[in-house]
């Protein structure tokens, strides 16, 4: 399985910004899927997660209500909408997926794709 994350960029506090990540290869091994950020200097942690129908998702304190999970299954592809941007959502944010659930949540994920940047400026 192979993830690639996009949309990354600078956006100003208070902003929007629309994360992707396409997955190709065996798609059952992608049957849930969460993304994970990576600020400077500090470790990876846990955003948000969803199941393979989208009817479950499940989002870390700091993002909730701010960030939506959600993904088109058809298109092999999960997105993060975020908004209300704040700079302490600067990182690089990492798209991973796995057969389990708790396994993604705890950051033992199966598979990982590369990070994709996003940088909130005040």
């Known amino acids: 399985v192979q993830l690639q994350a996009s949309g990354g960029g600078l956006v100003q506090v208070g902003g929007s910004l629309r994360l992707s990540c396409a997955a190709s290869g065996r798609t059952l091994s992608y049957i849930v899927m969460g993304w994970f950020r990576q600020a400077p200097g500090k470790e990876r942690e846990f955003v948000a997660v969803i199941n393979w129908s989208g009817s479950s998702t499940f989002y870390a304190d700091s993002v909730k209500g701010r960030f939506t999970i959600s993904r088109d299954n058809a298109k092999n592809t999960m997105y993060l909408q975020m908004t209300s941007l704040k700079p302490e959502d600067t990182a690089v944010y990492y798209c991973?997926?796995?057969?389990?659930?708790?396994?993604?949540?705890?950051?033992?994920?199966?598979?990982w794709g590369q990070g994709t940047l996003v940088t909130v400026s005040s």
């Open positions: 991973a997926t796995g057969r389990k659930w708790d396994n993604i949540v705890s950051g033992s994920s199966d598979y």
